[in-house]
């Protein structure tokens, strides 16, 4: 019966013959962890409506009240005021892209190629999700609270610098990337399935 290794024989010492499943197994082993890819997609995606949620409540606002002449600003609002939202967007997607990444780590027997493709679309659809459900929730006064004389609106939720939404899937690869370049086993530790596991040629 043929075996998973057919290098060479361990010395004494154990050396020579590394772990069957320490080879990449390619398309094979991409197939047999789709369907938990897949899951890692939609819960990221997911989580990028409590990130928008987050978004819209820490993002700060300016409020004007609605005049003869034109809304006029209440108090007075920082100058950084439109880049604080940005930054507070890019935090947040940072954080969750972090917590996904090691999450992601974790399931050991998903360590591999399929998980880190998963985690880059994931964290993507994570941001966009959040971007989009924020200005949802952050959107404009309306013309007819416009036209209200007296009324406070508040100004609209907007991510005005794009590349913002790269942080979240550069924070989830990089928390998954560290343990992967850190890691002494060549198989990652990732745990065999019966799926991966070869037993004939």
């Not at 939202?85 to 892209?97: K, M, P, T």
């Not at 399931?107 to 998980?115: D, S």
């Not at 560290?178 to 890691?183: E, K």
Request: hydrophobic share 55%; with cysteine; aromatic share 8%.
């Amino acid at each position: 019966m043929a075996t998973a290794y057919d290098g060479p024989e361990p010395d004494a010492e154990g050396r020579g013959a590394p772990a069957a499943n320490a080879f990449w197994r390619g398309w094979p082993e991409v197939r047999a962890d789709l369907r938990s890819s897949a899951r890692l997609v939609l819960v990221l995606a997911l989580a990028g409506v409590v990130a928008g949620l987050l978004w819209w409540w820490l993002a700060p606002r300016a409020d004007f009240r609605i005049t003869h002449d034109g809304p006029v600003v209440i108090g007075n609002p920082s100058e950084e005021l439109l880049v604080a939202s940005d930054a507070i967007f890019a935090l947040i997607v940072f954080a969750f892209g972090l917590v996904a990444g090691v999450a992601a780590w974790f399931l050991r027997r998903r360590r591999g190629v399929a998980t880190v493709l998963a985690l880059a679309v994931g964290a993507c659809a994570m941001a966009v999700a959040a971007w989009r459900f924020g200005v949802t929730l952050g959107a404009g006064p309306s013309h007819a609270q416009l036209a209200d004389v007296g009324g406070v609106v508040t100004s609209p939720l907007r991510l005005r610098s794009l590349p913002a939404l790269a942080v979240g899937p550069f924070g989830a690869l990089l928390a998954y990337l560290v343990p992967v370049v850190t890691v002494h086993r060549d198989d990652l530790g990732r745990i065999p399935t019966p799926a991966t596991t070869v037993s004939g040629r």
